[in-house]
Structures are given as structure tokens and as C-alpha cells.
Antibody, heavy 123, light 107 residues
């Protein structure tokens, strides 16, 4: 079965960087893309971007462009999301999600989610 | 960016009630509207995609409708496990955007 295991909680100072990992198992890694979605405490869901392990293509929203980098390592079946220049409002739970191409749904949809990684930003 | 607006933001209901949550897009998104359920401390789960298609394994008491800019999620008879937060999401174009969420609580 599909399983996504994320790295553990992180505590970072403002201005630092964080790199969250998401190790996948139970399917052909290069056949499905990833979305990264974050959720600040008590807040809603925010899409941070997507990456294809097949060709490395990424798509970042304007808000995060220049500050986020998503990568994958096919040898270890792991996706990564690095966020730089952390601010206090970057404190959130960061989710990776495998996306499935569902023809009727437009863009590929997150159907399998990791458990989330809590990132705390504090001086 | 396409803005997604849900209403209500919170809702109190009783077991067995029929509830409806609405989601409005700031521009037409055809049928590219999806619904997620999130329980406290857990990742979201896909319930409905393409406005009205039930994701595998989701109980039939959940249904979705709508097209263009206006969509609804209906739960026909609330069960204890349905008390959660629900999010709509558009998959028409990037950036993918979510509604602010509707918290469904027990009355």
C-alpha cells in the first residue's frame, strides 16, 4: 500500500532554512507527482507547489518563488521541500502528498498524504 | 489567483442531520472542484473530486454538486465520524487554492 513517511519536527530560527523529507513506498515512485501543502496553527490549507519525480519539473506559486525548492531523489524514493529565509509566519505543519492524475479532475489531485512535519520558527 | 470562499465557517449539527456546505469560486472553474475532510491532528482526505465523484471508500452519504462558480457538499445523515473540518479546493489551474474551511461540530 502507498505510504509516505515524513521527517521529524524541526525548530528553526528566523532567517534559517528547513528541509523536510517525504519517503515514499508501495508504488512506482516516478509515476506520480507530489504536492506540498502547509497548514499554520488553527488555519487552513495552503498549496506550496508541485514536483514530478519523472522529470523534475516543478511548479511554485508566486508567493513562494525564490524561497522554496522542491526536489526528488529517485534512488531513495524521497521527495524534499526546502524553505529558506524562514519567518515566524512560516510556522506550520508541512504535508507532502502524492498526486494522482484523475482525468475528470483537472490538475492531479492529492490522494495520499504524509502525516505532516511540524516546523516551529522561534528566536 | 482563484479565490475559494466557503460558507458557513462553522456549523453545529446533530447526529442524523442533513447538512450542506457551500463553496464559491471567484471565477468559473467548470467542474474542477474537490472536497477534503480533515480531522484534528490528521492529514486531509479526499472525499469528492470533479464536483460530484465520490472517492473510493467514501460513504455514499457524502455527495457533491455544482458547476462553474457555485458548489455544495452534502452529508445526508451525520454520523459521529463526520464531525471534522471540510475544505473545498479548485484544481482548474495553478496556483491550486483552498477554501478557508468549514468546521462541523456536534450540537
Amino acid at each position: 500500500q502507498v505510504q509516505l513517511v515524513q521527517s521529524g519536527a524541526e525548530v528553526k530560527k528566523p532567517g534559517a532554512s528547513v528541509k523536510v523529507s517525504c519517503k515514499a513506498s508501495g508504488y512506482t515512485f516516478t509515476s506520480y507527482g507530489f504536492n506540498w501543502v502547509r497548514q499554520a496553527p488553527g488555519q487552513g490549507l495552503e498549496w506550496m507547489g508541485s514536483i514530478s519525480p519523472y522529470n523534475g519539473n516543478t511548479n511554485y506559486p508566486h508567493k513562494f518563488r525564490g524561497r522554496v525548492t522542491m526536489t526528488t531523489d529517485t534512488s531513495t524514493r524521497t521527495a524534499y521541500m526546502e524553505l529558506r529565509s524562514l519567518r515566524s509566519d512560516d510556522a506550520a505543519v508541512y504535508y507532502c502528498a502524492r498526486v494522482d492524475p484523475i482525468a475528470a479532475a483537472g490538475l492531479p489531485l492529492p490522494t495520499h498524504w504524509g502525516p505532516g512535519t511540524l516546523v516551529t520558527v522561534s528566536s | 489567483d482563484i479565490q475559494m470562499t466557503q460558507s458557513p465557517s462553522s456549523l453545529s449539527a446533530s447526529l442524523g442531520d442533513r447538512v450542506t456546505i457551500t463553496c464559491r469560486a471567484s471565477q468559473s472553474i467548470s467542474l474542477y472542484l474537490n472536497w477534503y475532510q480533515q480531522k484534528p491532528g490528521k492529514a486531509p482526505e479526499l472525499l469528492i473530486y470533479a464536483a460530484s465523484s465520490l472517492q473510493s471508500g467514501v460513504p455514499s452519504r457524502f455527495s457533491g454538486s455544482g458547476s462553474g462558480t457555485d458548489f455544495t457538499l452534502t452529508i445526508s445523515s451525520l454520523q459521529p465520524e463526520d464531525f471534522a473540518t471540510y475544505y473545498c479546493q479548485q484544481s482548474y489551474t495553478t496556483p491550486i487554492t483552498f477554501g478557508q474551511g468549514t468546521r462541523l461540530e456536534i450540537k
